[in-house]
């Protein structure tokens, strides 16, 4: 089972994409990559909202998020949250164990 996190960071006048781009350039998200658990950490950019940052972060289990979350490295992430004035919408998702049903693979081109 893996945990997907979708966090939606918005702020004003580009603030979230500089919040991004902080986080790549000061190593924050390479370090966050790089804990045990982690499966994803990528930033993207709503097409029709220049102004919110979509993180996908994916984690193997609830275990291995319970220690990123207790880690000093939030505390670096809350900083640069304030910085930015960014708030957050956050979604939850939970891995289907059994894969995608034959009846949407129609949809998928690979």
Known sequence: MSITVNLYYTGTGGNARRFAQEM?????????????GNEKYEYFIPVKDPETILLIDSWRDQESLDKHHASPMMSEIAKLREKYDLHMRVERYVTDLDGVPAQDRSFIRE
Do not use: N
């Open 24 to 36: 790549e350039e000061q190593g924050i998200a390479d370090a966050i990559r790089a804990e045990a």
